[in-house]
């Protein structure tokens, strides 16, 4: 069994950095980067690809080579903050189309949109507490600020790389949730909403195997990029980085307890799914937007799109989140991370039953092992999926 938090700073010390091994790994990205866009086609989606997972790779590994480095430490810190940007714009862009009056496909060039009333507050309001929140996650980098997090979490309150994980998470957490906050509705829902109102495509030219298979590709580079980001080649070598990642051979008796603990989870999800709905409409609360959101994964309802979706989003997320985050961030802190990432796309009834089930998966994680949590998380999903591919009624209305 892995335990999560016998990884300790004494074993990150044991491999020193390998040079030939980053090298490699930058001239290899380099090269599909630029045949990949240079060619186009399947080549450039499958770097395209790797846009989700690799700017953070980057910046777990320039957080390493920190450590000793005090250049590492400089494009360390200039790396998140751009990446702190770039999420900011994410939300903010969703949240400007969601917004929007009238037509996109009739709107004449030059001239600009019309919004709803109260838009230019909620943008503004965006700007200033994405703002905000970024100066708070800064806070993180005051080594006071992590000796109180010590009381908490699993963390070595000396640590650059640490530090950096700290403010990542604290800052992405943030920016994720407050677009949610301030537009009372999940920003990407919103603009596939108004898209898909339209009548416009929001699956582009890709089709349901394309958008698949884009999610193949993804997976790729998580696998790779969660291996290189727990200091493979820096500070651990292959074997040392697989166990921090608790990516492992599971038993026979973890496969089994995956799927078993998958089933009741559904169970419990749906349960409780239902009575959060009737929570939140009982207090004339707004919900998931079950019709957008609907378009949004329409690609994956079917049985491919269910085994895609299961082997993508349960080794890729558990991988990030329970794999790379939870041994120095504990259950807790990580799982509002997770939580987080689908604030774009979920209503807070939603989200406060994935709150419940991603603890389930922490606690599996720590039991066992992160492939443990993986098989639980893909056969949730894998499931949740066949039960819509088949329209089966979870409970009478």
Request: glycine content about 12%.
């Given at each position: 069994m892995i335990n999560p938090t016998t990884a300790t700073v004494d074993t990150e010390q044991q491999s020193p950095i390998n040079g030939r091994i980053l090298g490699g790994a930058f001239a290899l990205l380099t090269l599909i980067y630029l045949a990949g866009f240079a060619v186009g086609g399947e080549l450039g989606q499958i770097a395209l690809a790797g846009v989700y997972s690799l700017p953070f790779t980057l910046l777990a590994v320039l957080a390493y080579i920190g450590v000793d480095r005090i250049w590492g430490k400089v494009l360390a810190i200039g790396w998140l903050l751009l990446l702190l940007a770039l999420v900011f714009l994410n939300?903010?862009?969703n949240g400007f189309i969601g917004l929007m009056e009238g037509s996109l496909t009739t709107l004449a060039?030059?001239?600009?949109?019309?919004?709803?009333?109260?838009?230019?507050?909620?943008?503004?309001?965006i700007?200033?507490?994405?703002?905000?929140?970024?100066?708070?996650?800064?806070?993180?980098?005051?080594?006071?600020?992590?000796?109180?997090?010590?009381?908490?979490?699993p963390i070595d309150p000396h640590s650059f790389v640490h530090a950096i994980a700290l403010v990542s998470v604290v800052g992405l957490t943030l920016l994720s949730i407050i677009p949610l906050i301030v537009l009372n509705a999940p920003p990407t829902l919103l603009a596939v909403a108004k898209l898909t109102d339209e009548g416009m495509d929001i699956?582009?030219?890709?089709?349901?195997?394309?958008?698949?298979?884009?999610?193949?590709?993804r997976l790729s580079w998580i696998i790779p990029g969660a291996i290189l980001a727990v200091g493979y080649?820096?500070?651990?070598?292959?074997?040392?980085?697989?166990?921090?990642?608790?990516?492992?051979?599971?038993?026979?008796?973890?496969?089994l307890l995956g799927i078993a603990s998958a089933a009741a989870l559904v169970a419990a999800a749906t349960t409780l799914g239902y009575a959060m709905d009737m929570?939140?409409?009982?207090?004339?609360w707004p919900t998931t937007d079950a019709e957008a959101f609907g378009e949004l994964i329409a690609f994956a309802i079917n049985p491919i799109g269910a085994i895609v979706i299961g082997i993508t989003a349960g080794i890729g997320e558990e991988l990030g989140v329970r794999g790379v985050l939870q041994p120095r961030l504990g259950i807790v802190l990580s799982n509002i991370f997770f939580i987080a990432l689908h604030a774009s796309q979920y209503h807070w009834n939603t989200l406060l039953t994935l709150f419940f089930i991603g603890l389930a998966f922490g606690v599996l994680r720590k039991r066992t092992n992160t492939t443990t949590s993986a098989i639980t998380h893909g056969t949730y999903d894998f499931i949740l999926i066949m039960l819509a591919v088949f329209e089966v009624p979870l409970f009478s209305e």
């Open positions: 939300g903010f862009f060039p030059g001239t600009l949109p019309e919004f709803q009333e109260g838009a230019l507050g909620k943008l503004l309001a700007t200033g507490l994405s703002l905000l929140a970024v100066l708070v996650s800064m806070l993180a980098f005051l080594p006071g600020v992590r000796l109180w997090f010590r009381r908490f979490l699956t582009g030219d890709r089709g349901t195997a394309g958008q698949l298979l884009s999610h193949v590709y080649a820096i500070r651990r070598n292959l074997r040392q980085a697989l166990d921090r990642l608790g990516f492992v051979r599971p038993s026979l008796k973890q496969v929570l939140w409409e009982a207090l004339g």
